[in-house]
């Protein structure tokens, strides 16, 4: 179990630092938004070994641990959630969407990619981002992607 919690922790910190990353960069919230999708898909597709434990076996935790692992998600959940939020703000994400919601899907999208994705596969890493952060044309992803990465 140390060990189970030692790797999933080693996720937070790292999915910790892109947040730093993507709050450093100037933008409006759905650049941020971008960024986001953009780092997370890449760190998910680099670390998909990773991942899988972590999606997998967080559960296999004694109940104090997983609360604490339940707890760093939420914190990084919540990140994705203000941005939607300031985004409804400023008039770039849709009003009518359900911010928690939206983050739920947009990261259950993402976080599915270590079922499939293969680095040796058709698509390669930046167009994997690309493909999912769809939400911008591809010359401003692959600012982003040069950016970020």
């Given at each position: 179990e140390d060990l189970l919690f030692e790797i999933l922790q080693d996720v937070h910190r790292q999915g910790l630092q892109n947040l730093e990353r993507i709050?450093?960069?100037?933008?409006?919230?759905?650049?941020?938004?971008?960024?986001?999708?953009?780092?997370?898909?890449?760190?998910n597709a680099e670390n998909l070994v990773k991942m899988a434990v972590f999606f997998h076996d967080f559960r296999s935790l004694s109940p104090d641990r997983r609360e604490i692992i339940v707890a760093e998600r939420d914190l990084y959940d919540q990140h994705l959630r203000n941005l939607l939020v300031e985004g409804q703000k400023?008039?770039?994400?849709c009003p009518d969407l359900d911010p928690k919601l939206t983050?739920?899907?947009?990261?259950?999208?993402?976080?599915?990619i270590y079922h499939w994705y293969r680095p040796n596969g058709s698509l390669s890493m930046r167009e994997l981002a690309e493909t999912m952060v769809g939400l911008a044309p591809k010359e401003d992803i692959a600012k982003l992607i040069d950016k970020h990465l």
């Open positions: 709050e450093a960069t100037s933008g409006t919230p759905m650049q941020k938004v971008r960024a986001f999708v953009t780092i997370h898909v890449t760190h400023d008039g770039s994400v983050a739920i899907e947009i990261l259950g999208m993402m976080n599915w």
